[in-house]
C-alpha cells in the first residue's frame, strides 16, 4: 500500500502550487483520502478530505476559498489546487487514506495510511 505525494516546493506569497496524492496497492475505491499540513511548531492540520467514488470534498475554514481539492476515481489519485498561498501556509503536506465516515475525517488519528509528505514553502 502506498501513498505517493509530490508537487510541494517554493512558491510566492499569492501565489499556487498543486499537489498531487497518488495511492495504489490496493483498492481504493471507497476509501476517503485526506490532506493535512503539519510544522514543527503545530499539530498535524486537517485540510480537506473526500471519497473516492463518494462524498466531498469539505474542507477545513482555514483554507476553504483558497484550496480546492479534486479527485480522479479511475486513477485513484487526489490533487489539492492551493492558491492565494500566504507564509503561513509554510509546512510539510501530507496525504492519508482510510475507511471512514464524515464525521471523522478531521483527526488524522483515523487514517490508516500515509504519504511521505512533501515540503510547501511559502516566501514572503
Known amino acids: 500500500v502506498q501513498l505517493q505525494a509530490s508537487g510541494g516546493g517554493l512558491a510566492q506569497a499569492g501565489g499556487s502550487l498543486r499537489l498531487s496524492c497518488a495511492a495504489s496497492g490496493r483498492t481504493f475505491s471507497g476509501y476517503v483520502i485526506g490532506w493535512f499540513r503539519q510544522t514543527p511548531e503545530k499539530d498535524r492540520e486537517f485540510l480537506a478530505a473526500?471519497?473516492?467514488?463518494?462524498?466531498?470534498?469539505y474542507y477545513a475554514n482555514s483554507v476553504k476559498g483558497r484550496f480546492t481539492m479534486s479527485k480522479d476515481n479511475t486513477k485513484s489519485t487526489v490533487y489539492l489546487q492551493m492558491d492565494s498561498l500566504k507564509p503561513e501556509d509554510t509546512a510539510v503536506y501530507y496525504c492519508?487514506?482510510?475507511?471512514?465516515?464524515?464525521?471523522?475525517?478531521?483527526?488524522?488519528?483515523?487514517?490508516?495510511?500515509w504519504g511521505q509528505g512533501t515540503q510547501v514553502t511559502v516566501s514572503s
Open positions: 473526500t471519497r473516492l467514488n463518494g462524498w466531498g470534498p
Open positions: 492519508a487514506a482510510g475507511n471512514l465516515i464524515l464525521s471523522s475525517i478531521q483527526s488524522s488519528r483515523n487514517y490508516a495510511y
